[in-house]
């Protein structure tokens, strides 16, 4: 039985090439195995990374995205090749950051989910991006994300 549960995963268990883009990314999911209960998820990526599609530059970012799950998981591996895939993405801070969330909105239909790109200085300026699918179930237990507001050398 549990065999089957996992028989359409493609990238867990195989050697898995990083996607050229995150549109070629393939995210897979897997049932809910908890669906009675309303409970949270948390992914943290410190060292995301994209490029800049003006210059080329890399722009790096620590992203946080939480989420309650419906009938739906994602897989944690085509959830890191799908990251991954952004490196050699040129998009500004806010259009890789809501890309993300919604591309889990689509394939999961969470019961809520929220990201928060947390975007290293460009510019000397720090880009904070934050998006919300849906309202927060009632009585579950939201922790902050944690990550510090950038202080610079400070």
């Known amino acids: 039985m549990t065999q089957d549960r996992y028989s359409g995963l493609d990238q867990l268990g195989s050697k898995t090439e990083t996607p050229a883009s995150p549109d070629e990314a393939k995210l897979e999911r897997v049932e809910n195995p908890a669906r009675e209960h309303d409970y949270l998820i948390r992914f943290t990526a410190p060292e995301f990374t994209s490029l800049c599609p003006v210059t080329g530059q890399p722009d790096f970012a620590h992203l ?91």
């Open 64 to 154: 946080v995205i939480d989420y309650a799950p419906g009938d739906w998981i994602v897989e944690s591996k085509s959830l890191k090749l799908f990251l991954t895939s952004f490196r050699n993405h040129g998009a500004f801070h806010e259009a890789c950051t809501m890309m993300i969330g919604q591309r889990l909105v689509d394939e999961l239909a969470p019961k809520w989910l929220r990201i928060g790109g947390y975007w290293y200085p460009r510019g000397g300026i720090p880009i904070d991006v934050f998006g919300q699918w849906g309202e927060i179930p009632k009585g579950l237990w939201v922790p902050e994300q944690g990550v510090a507001p950038y202080r610079g050398r400070g």
